[in-house]
């Protein structure tokens, strides 16, 4: 159904169909016209996410707006934004899958001392307190672009 006008009152939920909408059609300045409907939208999206092998030569194995890693040493890294986060307050999750049994037990943290708009520096830890290579590292953050 074809509409060139909408009615007085808007339109009414289950009226239009995805399919209806064309490719592209929805940006985030048509979602809301106010900045705090707008803000809420921005901040609930996934600034950056990286999945990559940290053994041997480090590398990316996919992402979203991460333009590369740097291996610093064992258990040691950063990843560098495409674009930069608005500012240094950010959140970033992570998660390693061990690849023996006594690497099960490790984690990311990020190395506050290096969070920065541009790149977050991470660690990836042993229970034991030890830095060590994973080949399954995943991150994500969240934050103001």
Known sequence: MSKTTIP?????????????????????GKVDATSTEANNLKQRVCKAWLHMDGTGTAHINDDFNVASVTD???????ATYTTSMGSAEYAVVGSVIGSTNSDYYSFVTADGSNLAAGSTRFLI????????????ISLITFGDS
């Not at 339109?11 to 064309?22: E, F, W, Y």
């Not at 610093?72 to 950063?78: A, P």
């Not at 830890?125 to 399954?136: I, L, P, R, T, W």
């Open 8 to 28: 007085t009152g808007g339109i009414t939920d289950g009226t239009i169909a995805t399919g209806d909408i064309a490719d592209g059609a929805v940006t985030l």
């Open 125 to 136: 830890v042993h229970h034991s307190g030890s830095a060590n290579n994973q080949e399954d």
């Open 72 to 78: 610093h040493g064992t258990g040691d890294f950063t």
